[in-house]
């Protein structure tokens, strides 16, 4: 069963999964489009019974929660929906898993939980809901039995990403030729392609037979190449074949603005196996 | 400003602050009477905006943060409670201070963080969340500046304990005669009197001035005692000089019951001074 099975990671591991053969459950709120259609909908009203009664009537296996609202730095007004999302309907996820006697759970947390490569220094509070639902499976990994692997990912990127975030924003620019503006451009930027992290999703379910080490194990999922944000674009720039009309130093960093990404110990057995440049290459050819 | 002002500790500490010639603003929802007169109401709505728009009118220099909900074992139908109350609430509560540019407070957490005497190994749910809003502090400490001691006590006694808790327990079946059931007994128990906790939490609050040691500190507030659960009931027995209708044994004992208290690092300059013996006379001379 997967949360978040309708969002951009989501969507890729669910058509992974079933490419495999794996039935799978999608628990969402609304269905959407973005669903394989091979995939169950295990529709809830979002209260803590009937998430359980999803679960108890999908009987899953094992579990990956994607599901998260990320929000890059909140109001006061951003407060009810990252309680809610990330740590209330996280906590009854888990409680329905071993309510259902699921013990195998892969769970997403950020590398923006090491600001400054600190042991947990979260860069934002969207980090430090993140971290507080990992303190949350701790209960369920020792009370419960859950084997609880959390996968702490860099920024990822891939084939078909609605979301806001950079790639998407340098293809618009790319397409429209509309001004793109961007900070000083200094901060190293680490991207991890999509199909990679589906791939170190499946290690760590897989992590949790035979029993693993321990009942909770976090590790980093990121790109292998490390560049800053100014090289970043240039390689854009370079394999679109075309320049891009941004402005740098036309915004500030951000307040609290990850100048140097963390570098955790990687998910054992895994590592990046696409090189940025053809990742690139790929998302362009099916835009250009 | 304090919340849970109205509740066992809080109310001996608004008292204490009160006599002491602070001005003192109670957060509250509904107001009881339980909160001194002297005391400034601040009643919210419980929404983010309205709590904050109490904490500016109020404009406190320091704060206290009681306000949790406690539950023993946990059933799904408490998850919303203990969601809301122990993370939500205190989010909405500090978010609000950072942004009343209040920098000092003390927050409340519980030796069951620290399971078989753990670094941190919840046991309870309630026990989690209450870790989890520490990480969510963690990022208030550092992107705010705030300098938040988390005070992590051990079981609480005092007068007028409203709690459905083992000495207001004995202490009724003292006055009934009624049986009162209990675990076969060898866990040891620690409480500390609610006199030296408030003075642990007025201390917590001096030590943010001058600027302490770190952003994010914790510590443990316990009394002096340790003694088994039989060896308490004898003394509570003796000091009443009446004997007790106790059935050793007619419960089990509680799943993940803590039978070794955790005795983690007690706030430096802070020790307890009210003798458990002293502290068991003066409430059972209320009483009798």
Chains 1, 2 share one sequence.
Not at 11 to 25: A, K, P, Q, T
Not at 156 to 180: H, N, Q, V
């Amino acid at each position: 069963v997967v949360s978040g099975a309708q969002g951009f990671i989501g969507s890729h591991l669910v058509r992974r999964l079933l490419d495999e053969g794996h039935s799978v459950g999608a628990l969402v709120r609304t269905a959407k489009s973005t669903l394989d259609r091979r995939a169950v909908t295990l529709l809830s009203d979002g209260s803590t019974e009937g998430i359980f009664e999803c679960l108890k009537a999908f009987s899953p296996d094992a579990a990956v929660h994607l599901a998260s609202r990320y929000v890059a730095q909140h109001q006061a007004s951003d407060i009810d929906g990252l309680i809610d999302d990330n740590l209330r309907f996280g906590c009854q996820f888990v409680d329905g898993l071993a309510r259902c006697g699921v013990t195998r759970l892969v769970n997403i947390g950020t590398s923006f939980e090491h600001f400054h490569s600190d042991d947990y220094k979260p860069a934002s509070l969207y980090a430090a809901t993140k971290y507080a639902f990992h303190a949350l499976c701790a209960y369920y990994a020792d009370a419960r039995g859950m084997w609880i692997v959390t996968l702490k990912l860099s920024d990822t990127y891939g084939p078909s990403d609605p979301r806001p975030k950079l790639i998407p924003l340098l293809i618009r620019c790319l397409k429209t030729g509309e001004e793109l503006k961007l900070s000083p451009g200094g901060q190293s930027v680490n991207f991890a392609h999509v199909d990679d992290v589906v791939s170190a999703i499946q290690l760590a379910l897989a992590r949790a037979e035979p029993p693993p080490v321990s009942q909770m194990e976090s590790f980093a999922v990121r790109g292998s190449e490390q560049l800053n944000l100014k090289e970043f674009v240039e390689l854009f720039s370079e394999i679109a074949g075309s320049s891009l009309n941004v402005s740098w130093g036309a915004r500030p960093y951000r307040d609290r603005e990850v100048m140097v990404p963390w570098l955790g110990q990687l998910l054992p057995g895994w590592q990046p196996r696409i090189p940025l440049k053809s990742g690139l290459r790929n998302i362009l050819a099916d835009v250009v």
